[in-house]
């Protein structure tokens, strides 16, 4: 049981690149979850799926897009990198049963753009 | 967007001394978490606090919602080097929205 684990654990891009960052989890958890964690803002909600074929914009979405491929799955994509988007990267997932909004984190993805 | 503040932003203290870190907001949240996190982890939780005035004890840790449910506190007891790490409290609105703070920096000296 490995939780939720993401790709690459690091990436450097020149501006103007694309990516996707992948994320899985093996928990059979509904909701999944992308935040950017920069110094002194905190973590914040880039976008959320809460379900299969479902998802919805979150805080800062700009410059960004996702796709839940599966119920284990949730990709973010940059579509043409800029250096605002240096920042490290985590996905999250959570159960949708029951009061709980616990969410359960990846180790993250650090992403530099030059 | 909603803003949860918390104090203070860096905290150094020798091993065995008790702390207080702070979390406040001039919003209302359905529930409030807090995390821990290591370098290069992500955030793992702590605790999930849900009614207004409620206090949680997690070993040496209290926690404690606010009656508003706006704002919260983590005290620490007797802090060991083990406690070092950054502490982010976050407010739940709905399902899927969790806003984080901007986190406490522990650092528990031996």
């Known amino acids: 049981n490995a939780g939720v684990t993401q790709t690459p654990k690091f990436q450097v891009l020149k501006t103007g690149q694309s990516m996707t960052l992948q994320c899985a989890q093996d928990?059979?958890?509904?909701?999944m979850y992308w935040y950017r964690q920069d110094p002194g803002m905190g973590l914040r909600l880039i976008y959320y799926?809460?379900?299969?074929?479902?998802?919805d914009k979150g805080e800062v979405p700009n410059g960004y897009n996702v796709s839940r491929l599966n119920k284990r799955e949730f990709s973010l994509r940059l579509e043409s990198a800029a250096p605002s988007q240096t920042s490290v990267y985590f996905c999250?997932?959570?159960?949708?049963?029951?009061?709980?909004?616990?969410?359960?984190f990846g180790p993250g993805t650090r992403l530099t753009v030059t | 967007t909603q803003l949860l503040e918390q104090s203070p932003q860096f905290l150094s203290i020798q091993e065995g001394e008790n702390l207080t870190v702070y979390c406040n907001s001039s919003?209302?949240?359905?529930?409030l978490q807090w995390y821990r996190q290591e370098p290069g982890e992500g955030p793992v939780l702590l605790v999930t606090?849900?009614?207004?005035?409620e206090v949680k004890k997690l070993k040496r840790l209290t926690f404690q919602f606010g009656d508003a449910r706006k704002d919260s506190s983590l005290h620490i007891t007797a802090a060991q080097p083990g406690d070092t790490g950054l502490y982010l409290c976050?407010?739940?609105?709905?399902?899927?929205?969790?806003?984080f703070g901007t986190g406490t920096r522990l650092t528990v000296i031996p």
């Open positions: 999250a997932s959570r159960t949708s049963t029951g009061a709980s909004y616990e969410q359960y």
């Open positions: 928990m059979n958890h509904n909701s």
């Open positions: 799926s809460a379900s299969e074929g479902t998802t």
């Open positions: 919003s209302v949240f359905s529930s």
């Open positions: 606090v849900v009614t207004g005035g």
């Open positions: 976050a407010g739940a609105e709905g399902a899927n929205n969790l806003f």
